[in-house]
């Protein structure tokens, strides 16, 4: 609730700092006395719109600062919190500062702040209702929350956000698949193409150095065939090495035993050399036969080497990665013909996301249309007390097409009014002006008291065009929606004036010399006697009279009691 309003040098107001309490506070003066000043002054402070012209004359700029008791679990914590500013307690400070250039900057809690922030944060604390005002109850975007709220219904519409969230995502993931598909599906000859010819072709990793090296000792064949020929012939020439050297074996062993152990040496050399010879001949027969010198296989070596390197710069890969290339082209185009599959499981998600959604949101339209029916008539037993028993008040709950439908639910609900038998219901903000769209939120705001964040709400001249027995109906109801949340009205009626728990007189005054006089607004607080004066003044007009001051007397026991 608003604990405190600072004005300085705004319009006719030099210097003003209103304490507010909870309950009823009235605000009374005579016509053009100033009370729209004191709300254009709290509206700056609100976030609303700012110009030159409402800095008093003379000044350099004004302020207006407004201090709220938050409580906490207030939606204006919320906002904070997203912005990172801190809350500074129980209290939240609003200021605006206007230039008499008509520039404005904006502080909450004494940091810098947009003026957008400053109205979003403002919009939760206070509704101000009054002549030609479209804020607060008159908003059709929070028509709905509070029909929830009035219903009841806050439980199974956080339910219905995790319903649509899940639908979304259903629909999100069927979306995507879809997309990859309609993909794929371009792509599927070219896969079918290539995978087949990779397939056809079964690259190895490691296949191409080996070939190289295959292509290489192939295209050597016949030096190497000549070369192999002509070291068998050495080794079989004039009878062949490994006789030379059994004859020079023989020869060595024949004198040995008189040579006193000096040929052993040369016979064990001889021995092993007889040995490697054998082991090299046998070596070259085993190498000529193994090698596989057919000119028609280097054909077939260089045919496949040269397959294998025409696919790797078709696919602009090296010859190694042509198999992981083949692996995952096979694997794009099994997805493609499993998608059938899994494009079926995906709907089948989503048709289930979207029946749970819109059975949750089902049984809340019809709780809705039932709480409507309930709060039109409500509503319609307050009319006639506040002279608008003509008046029609009605809760539109329309279905919304699905393209439309959100987390909040499949309905668009809407508060609509006919101020005159026969005319079409309209939307609140269209219906009337002044004291009797005024009447009509008091109508609905005491049907709807508590609900809704704003703490604080304003009823400019709410008694308009009314007195009697309808003035008396306003203040009562003014003071029974004072028990939920604060309120402070701006009023000309004596019954609703003699309701408040505050009262605060706005009056005009001059001050400065005679030929150059400056006219300032004043705002003061009334205490028991000089409420009972304004009372009467208020019943009586220029003369108070004792007839007035025991009327005031009257109206002032009446709320007492």
Not at 269 to 275: E, H, P, S
């Amino acid at each position: 609730m608003l604990t405190n309003l600072s004005i300085r040098d705004i319009v006719l107001i030099e210097r003003l700092d209103l304490a507010c309490a909870a309950g009823l506070g009235v605000l009374t003066g005579e016509t053009g006395a100033g009370k729209s000043i004191l709300l254009d002054a709290l509206g700056l402070a609100l976030g609303r719109r700012a110009d030159a012209g409402l800095v008093r004359s003379g000044a350099a700029q004004g302020v207006v600062s407004a201090a709220f008791d938050l409580p906490a679990k207030h939606p204006a914590r919320a906002i904070l919190a997203e912005q990172a500013m801190d809350e500074a307690g129980d209290e939240l400070v609003l200021r605006r500062v206007v230039g008499a250039d008509g520039k404005s900057r904006a502080f909450i809690n004494d940091q810098p702040a947009s003026v957008a922030l400053l109205r979003r944060i403002g919009d939760t604390l206070v509704e101000i209702h009054g002549q030609n005002d479209e804020q607060g109850l008159t908003d059709a975007t929070i028509h709905r929350a509070l029909l929830d709220d009035y219903a009841g219904l806050e439980g199974e519409v956080a339910s219905l956000r995790g319903a649509h969230q899940a639908m979304r995502a259903a629909e999100a993931a069927l979306a995507g698949a879809r997309q990859t598909a309609e993909q794929a599906a371009r792509e599927e000859d070219f896969l079918r193409h290539v995978t087949t010819e990779l397939e056809a072709l079964k690259p190895q990793p490691g296949e191409e150095p080996e070939l190289a090296q295959q292509r290489s000792l192939l295209q050597a064949g016949e030096k190497l065939a000549v070369a192999m020929q002509e070291a068998q012939g050495a080794l079989e020439q004039g009878g062949g090495v490994d006789a030379r050297l059994r004859a020079c074996l023989r020869a060595l062993e024949r004198v040995a035993e008189r040579a006193g152990g000096r040929l052993d040496a040369l016979i064990a050399q001889a021995d092993q050399v007889l040995l490697q010879a054998g082991e090299l001949a046998v070596a070259l027969d085993t190498t000529a036969r193994e090698l596989d010198l057919d000119p028609n296989r280097l054909e077939r070596v260089e045919e496949r080497l040269f397959a294998l390197r025409g696919a790797a710069r078709k696919h602009n890969v090296p010859v190694d990665d042509l198999a992981a290339l083949a692996e995952r082209y096979a694997e794009r185009l099994a997805l493609i013909d499993n998608q059938t599959a899994a494009l079926g499981k995906l709907e089948k998600a989503v048709a289930e996301a979207r029946a749970a959604y819109e059975a949750k949101a089902g049984s809340i339209s019809a709780a809705r249309r039932k709480a409507a029916a309930k709060l039109d008539k409500a509503v319609a037993g307050e009319l006639a007390p506040l002279k608008l028993g003509a008046a029609k008040f009605s809760t539109s709950v329309e279905a919304l097409p699905p393209e439309q439908w959100s987390a909040e639910g499949a309905d668009r609900v809407q508060f609509l009014a006919a101020t005159n038998p026969g005319t079409a219901p309209g939307s609140l903000a269209k219906i009337a002006s002044g004291g009797e769209l005024s009447r009509f939120m008091l109508a609905l705001r005491v049907v709807l008291a508590g609900r809704g964040s704003a703490g604080t709400l304003i009823f400019d001249e709410v008694d308009r065009g009314v007195g009697g027995a309808t003035a008396a109906a306003v203040g009562e109801r003014l003071a029974r929606l004072a028990g939920q949340v604060q309120v402070l009205v701006v009023t000309h009626s004596p019954q609703v004036a003699a309701k408040g728990g505050q009262h605060w007189r706005i009056a005009k005054r001059e001050t400065g010399p005679a030929k150059n006089r400056t006219t300032l607004t004043e705002v003061a607080p009334l205490d028991a006697p000089d409420r009972r004066e304004e009372i009467a003044r208020m019943l009586a007009g220029a003369t108070i009279t004792e007839a007035a001051r025991a009327a005031a007397d009257s109206l002032l026991a009446g709320h007492e009691a």
